[in-house]
T-cell receptor, first 112, second 117 residues
Framework: ELKVEQNPLFLSMQEGKNYTIYCNYS?????LYWYRQDPGKSLESLFV???NGAVKQEGRLMASLDTKARLSTLHITAAVHDLSATYFC????????????WGAGTKLIIKP | GAVVSQHPSRVICKSGTSVKIECRSL??????MFWYRQFPKQSLMLMAT?????????EQGVEKDKFLINHASLTLSTLTVTSAHPEDSSFYIC?????????????FGPGTRLTVL
């Protein structure tokens, strides 16, 4: 069964702290995506990870991919309030239509 | 990055009416578009995959006669919710796949919030 599991599902943290969101998936995949969603809004693409060992950074967010462990992480460094949002990972299992399988999302609240 | 538009962004309708939502890729040709539904505080649920010039592929449990999808061109797909009922109220999001450059990234529209009274 194709499955993507995210944890934690909810995270409340103070500004200035570091934390990591985990995304596990059940079978071999060619690529993994991280998206951000603000309340009432659509999804914003953050990262596309294409290969084992891939690491991408944008500001205080860094994403990595370990295809052997079938694990991706989204690391937040020195969190700021503006990063409060729901973060989704999604995996492309290369089905015939390039469908994405989605994690449940991690709601991140960063308190000033 | 590539832009996907959706229209309308918000619609309120009476029970029994039909509502059409448009999804357009503005600066690229999308051979494949996807329609999602999202309930509050939940993840995205794929409803159907739409390929230009062919019938949409619906996910299990999604009524094809209820949710009509037409991918008329490489830049436009439409979702029509027929005979809408209050339980159809939801946030509908489309995405379009941009295959150019080998990126294969899906770009998402801004979403349409449907409220059926």
């Amino acid at each position: 069964e194709l499955k993507v599991e995210q944890n934690p599902l909810f995270l409340s943290m103070q500004e200035g702290k570091n934390y990591t969101i985990y995304c596990n998936y059940s079978t071999t995949s060619d690529r993994l995506y991280w998206y951000r969603q603000d309340p009432g809004k659509s999804l914003e693409s953050l990262f596309v990870l294409l290969s084992n060992g891939a690491v991408k950074q944008e500001g205080r967010l860094m994403a990595s991919l370990d295809t052997k462990a079938r694990l991706s992480t989204l690391h937040i460094t020195a969190a700021v309030h503006d990063l409060s949002a729901t973060y989704f990972c999604a995996v492309d299992f290369r089905g015939s239509n390039y469908q994405l399988i989605w994690g449940a999302g991690t709601k991140l609240i960063i308190k000033p | 990055g590539a832009v996907v538009s959706q229209h309308p962004s918000r619609v309120i309708c009476k029970s029994g009416t039909s509502v059409k939502i448009e999804c357009r890729s503005l600066d690229f040709q999308a051979t494949t578009m996807f329609w999602y539904r999202q309930f509050p505080k939940q993840s995205l649920m794929l409803m159907a995959t739409s390929n230009e010039g062919s019938k949409a592929t619906y996910e299990q449990g999604v009524e094809k006669d209820k949710f009509l999808i037409n991918h008329a061109s490489l830049t436009l797909s439409t979702l029509t919710v027929t005979s809408a009922h209050p339980e159809d109220s939801s946030f509908y999001i489309c995405s379009a796949r941009d295959p150019s450059g080998g990126g294969d990234t899906q770009y998402f529209g801004p979403g349409t919030r449907l409220t059926v009274l």
